[in-house]
Structures are given as C-alpha cells and as structure tokens.
C-alpha cells in the first residue's frame, strides 16, 4: 500500500495524538490540526487523500469544512471522514444542516466516538477500496 | 253599602280595615278580625302591641296629607307570627270632601320577601364564587377597562378596577398587538392563549387564559370574562425536564469524547510496551490520567447541578484557599507546559462563604484557563496567573491567561447552562456551575477576552454577609442540612 496522506482535524489535542499514533504505526502520513483555519492551510500544504474532521470544533465547524470541500474545484472528491460525539438529536441537526446546502453530497462515513483504532482502520481501508474499484 | 259590596269586603285575600283619626278600627273583615282581633281597637295596639302610634304611621300621613301613602312594614299577629306586608292607604271623604276615615290594606308579602332574600343569598354565594375562586378572574368592558376582578387577581396585580388590562397585566400604556378579549368581543366566541404577565411586585407569571364573552339580555355582548391560570410552576417543571434532556445529551456528549481520549492512552500505553518505547508508555498514561481526571470533574458538575444546595457557610481564609488550588492545578498546569502563577496579597484575611462551592468555583475557572492554554496552537509560552486583593467590600480574585481567548458569541454565552467552545470536551456545566456559585455568595464576575490574546475573568465576592451567607440561626440549622450534609 502507498503512503496515504490523512488530515485529521480535531481540537482535542489528545484525540489528535492518538488519531496520529495509531495511523503512523500503519504506515499512513499524518498532519493533525485543531480547527477548520488550520485544515484549509493543511490542505494547501500537505495535499491529503483522506480528511478525517470532528464536527464541533471551536469557530467553523466541521460540517462547515466539508461544505467548503466539496464546493471546490480542488478538494471536491477528496474523502472525507466525519467524527462526532453527538446523539441522534445532533446528527439530525447535522443532517439539517446539511439540507441547506442543496447539492453539497454528504461525508464518506461518519465515525460514532469512542473509536477503536480497528474502526479507524476499517473505514480507511473501505474508503481505499472503493476508490480502487472505482479506478479499475 | 250593598249586601253585595259588603261581601267582598269582607272576603278580600288580604288585610282590609277602616280607621278614624283616633287610630281606631272601625272596621276590618275576615281575614284581619282573624289574625288581629276585634274592631274598636287602636290600630297600633291591634298591630304592633304597642301603646302609642307608630313613627311614620301611613294613616296618621293619609288624614294629614289627603294623598294614598305605600309602605312596608312588620305586623304581628294575636298568636304571635311576624308577617312582611306591603302598606296602601287611602282617605274616605265625606259629602263636604272631608277626610273622615282611612281605608288601609295590607298584603302579605312573605313570599316574595323569601324570594328576595333567596335571590340575594344566591347573588352573595356568586359573589364569593367570584371572589374566592383559586384564578385570576377579570371582567373587562369594551374600552379593556377592568370592571371586576376577584380577591386572587387584586392580591397579585394590585386594586386593578377602572385600570385598563394591558396596564395591569403587563405594565404597559397601549393595547397588546394581540387580544383575545377584543377578539372575543367581535367573534363573539371563547378563546384561550398562554402568556406571560408580569405581577405589581415584578413578577413574571405564565398563564393559561380563557377568554368568553358575557351577553345582555337583548344577546350583544357587553363585556368579557377573563379567568387566567398561574401555570408557571408547569412550565418550570417542563424547563427543568428539558435541561435534564439536555444535560444527558451533553454528557453523552462529553462522555464519547473522554472515552476517546482514553482509548486513545490505552492504544500508547499498549503500544509503547510492545515496543519498549517509554516515552510513548508515559505519553500514553499521561493521556490517561488527563481523561480520567476530565471524567471526574465531569460527575462532581453534574452532582453540583443535579442538587441545588445550600451554601455551607463559614469564615473561608482566602489565602489558605489559593494555596490548596496551588497545590491541586500546579500537576495539570506542568503537564501541559503552562506556567501557573498565584499572587496572593499579604493579609487578605477571609470571607464569608461555601469553601467547598468556591473552591469548586475557582477550579472550574482555573481549568478553563489551563484549557485555553492548551488549546492554543499559536504560541509556545503560556501562563495563568491567579491574584487575590483584599478591595474592602470586595475580596477581588482574578484568573487571567494568555490563551486562545474568545469570540464575542462565545463571551456572550460563556455562562449559559450547556454552553462550551470546547468541542467534544465541555459539557457546559463548568461555567455556568461557577456563576452560580458566585451570584449565590453575591457576587459578580466579569471576563474580558480577544481572539488569540487570551482571557481575564474578575471574580467578586463580598466580604460583609449577604442573605445567602449570612450564618443559619441554631434553631434553623437543623432545616437547612440536606440529606448527607
């Protein structure tokens, strides 16, 4: 497998530690950052294949990121990973939000914390796949 | 006079009787011998049992006047029954037109009498209704002039008759854009709506209102009734359910982002020791601690907001206080690199208070200005310093950090119930629990912040009593410990 890049966005410092440790030890680059100011300039420099983005953040959400992407020409089909804490009353709410974007296509998968590192993974490697089939 | 005439006076249904000027009986018929005895008698003996004529008396008024005279009066009868009779009287003129005597009939109005005190009881029983009922009842005229209001509605809204509505209920001087009691003047139907008034004392009161138009006889409404229900109680209740809805939301919330964090240690403590990689094992365990520790202050905030307690009051020594808080933040504040400074003035003596609450208070803030450090990603160098002076009557204490600092939204909301700016780490307790704390020993606090410079909280506590921390006579004492306190 290719070293991936992967962006993750998150302003808990901790959970960025341990979003990077566990995806550097599978051989995955990693660039984390702590709100959506940091991702744009991430995205510029680092060029991810994967963003991996919480929802609330301090400041611009993570939804807010994920408008922002699929409006660009650049980022428009990069894979987008969103992880939120929320209940239901929230994803509605993220849904919702999401309605008010007319044509704004939703996340490629949404992750539920807590987060096991084998989740992490799988919804990695599902994401490569998908990518891959759609290339053959 | 005929036989014929004769016999009618004799049997009239009422009391018939003729009288001189002496107040003589010439005649009476059937009817008044029977309950009042033979003729020849003064008529105020025959009536009244008395000696002398009656004040007022209607024949003494008919021979001086010459005029029909009406009037009621109690009679009482020869075996004692007391009737109501109306009085009508009228003079028997001779040929020359002379008064000569006085016809005076009396008919038992005993009837009617009872009805009128019936009608009357009813109408006090309906006015008591009225009064005593447990809601606030208005009668409004077409211009919302209050006419009526019951005992409940003047207690609340002060002596609101001849005021217009909209004064009373809400304290201001034009009509509500809205008004249920105009609309039931021009539909001519019932109608109800839930609204806020505001009591003479300031008060804020929910209530449920009924609205009915009340007819005149000729069917056109005249006026309205209103009848409003204090419903604030329900509706404090359906508040506190909804923060109950919202707390467990927020700490599930929060609850997922801890349990993150420790997954995440776990993953570098595990990882860290397959490797033999110590730096990773301590980094990992340090992430650990941190969560746990997160977790615990998360539970003890729910605890404080889960019970509204009493202040446990005693003489708090302020500066033994900071020292312990020192103490407590200085491990968290090393962790993350953050110089933690505390400036406690000589001999800032004590106040009045919960030390415990402000102890909890002070760490809730303390914490927040570690995270704002924390979360900084633009700068290397952090502190937070708390200082404490003694500015008489204010024991001043303030917490300043050179953090990622606030927005104004976020200023703004700072100590709203279940607002954070920490993402997946607040609960939006912290604050707002500290506010409380603070409001309820009396005092205030404020924050200044920027973006990126970071932010100053100024906490004031009083150190004179206030209601809240004023000691708890022994005699009370007793009443104010709760359960395990």
């Given at each position: 497998m290719a070293t991936r890049r992967i962006l993750v966005v998150d302003d808990d410092p901790d959970i960025r530690d341990y979003f990077t440790a566990v995806l550097d030890d599978h051989g995955y680059q990693v660039t984390a950052v702590g709100d959506t100011g940091a991702a744009l300039r991430a995205l510029e420099s680092f060029s991810p294949d994967v963003v991996i983005v919480d929802v609330l953040l301090p400041g611009r959400s993570g939804l807010d990121l994920l408008v922002t992407l699929r409006r660009s020409q650049r980022w428009s089909t990069t894979p987008l990973v969103v992880v939120t804490g929320v209940d239901q009353l929230l994803k509605d709410d993220c849904q919702s939000y999401l309605g008010t974007h007319a044509g704004v296509e939703g996340p490629d998968a949404v992750l539920g914390k807590p987060i096991d590192p084998a989740t992490l993974l799988a919804v990695l490697r599902a994401i490569e796949q998908r990518q891959a089939r759609a290339a053959s | 006079?005929?036989?014929?005439?004769?016999?009618?006076f004799e049997e009239m249904p009422c009391y018939l009787s003729v009288h001189d000027r002496n107040f003589r009986i010439i005649h009476g018929n059937r009817r008044f011998?029977?309950?009042?005895?033979?003729?020849?008698?003064?008529?105020?003996?025959?009536?009244?049992?008395?000696?002398?004529?009656?004040?007022?008396?209607p024949v003494e008024k008919t021979f001086a006047e010459g005029t029909p005279q009406i009037s009621e009066q109690t009679l009482r009868t020869r075996d004692g029954r007391e009737i109501p009779v109306r009085v009508r009287t009228t003079p028997i003129h001779d040929e020359t037109g002379a008064i000569v005597a006085v016809m005076e009939m009396h008919t038992d109005i005993s009837e009617?009498?009872?009805?009128?005190?019936?009608?009357?009881?009813?109408?006090q029983r309906l006015a008591q209704l009225f009064e005593e009922v447990p809601c606030y009842l208005s009668v409004q005229g077409p211009d919302r002039i209050i006419q009526h209001a019951n005992r409940r509605f003047r207690e609340t809204f002060g002596p609101a008759i001849g005021e217009p509505c909209y004064r009373v209920y809400k304290h201001r001087e034009e009509q509500c854009i809205v008004c249920n009691a105009q609309a039931a003047f021009r539909d001519g139907k019932p109608f109800e709506h839930e609204e806020v008034v505001v009591s003479a004392d300031g008060r804020e009161i929910n209530v449920l209102v009924t609205t009915a138009p009340l007819?005149?006889?000729?069917?056109?409404?005249?006026a309205v009734i209103e009848m409003a229900v204090d419903i604030t109680q329900i509706r404090q209740l359906q508040s506190q359910l909804t923060s109950i809805g919202l707390l467990v939301g927020s700490i599930s919330h929060g609850i997922k982002g801890l349990l993150?964090?420790?997954?995440?240690?776990?993953?570098?403590?595990?990882?860290g020791f397959e490797r033999g990689d110590q730096a990773r094992v301590k980094k990992g365990w340090d992430m650990v601690v941190r969560n746990v520790d997160r977790i615990r202050s998360m539970v003890l905030d729910i605890l404080y907001y889960a019970k509204d307690r009493d202040l446990e009051v005693e003489d708090v020594d302020v500066a033994a206080l900071a020292a312990e808080l020192h103490e407590v933040m200085e491990k968290k504040a090393m962790d993350g690199g953050i110089e933690l400074r505390f400036d406690v003035a000589p001999g800032v003596g004590s106040l009045p208070g919960d030390a415990k609450a402000l102890r909890a208070m002070l760490v809730n803030i303390l914490e927040n200005s570690l995270e704002a450090c924390r979360s900084d990603p633009g700068k290397k160098d952090f502190q937070v310093t708390?200082?404490?002076?003694?500015?008489?009557?204010?024991?001043?204490i303030v917490v300043e950090d050179n953090g990622i600092g606030m927005d104004r939204e976020t200023r703004e909301k700072l100590f709203s119930l279940f607002f954070s700016s920490k993402g997946s780490k607040g609960t939006g307790l912290g604050l707002f629990i500290a506010n409380k704390i603070i409001s309820k020993h009396g005092g205030t606090i404020t924050v200044d912040s920027e973006p990126g410079r970071g932010s100053r909280f100024v906490i004031r506590l009083p150190l004179q009593p206030r209601p809240s921390t004023r000691p708890v006579v022994e005699e009370n004492a007793v009443a104010t410990v709760g359960p395990g306190g």
């Open positions: - | 006079m005929p036989d014929h005439y004769a016999q009618y011998r029977r309950d009042f005895g033979a003729e020849g008698e003064f008529c105020y003996r025959a009536y009244k049992g008395r000696d002398s004529v009656c004040d007022g008396c009617s009498k009872r009805l009128q005190e019936e009608l009357a009881h009813s109408r007819r005149n006889a000729a069917g056109q409404v005249e993150t964090g420790l997954d995440g240690g776990l993953y570098l403590v595990n990882s708390m200082s404490v002076r003694r500015l008489d009557p204010w024991m001043v």
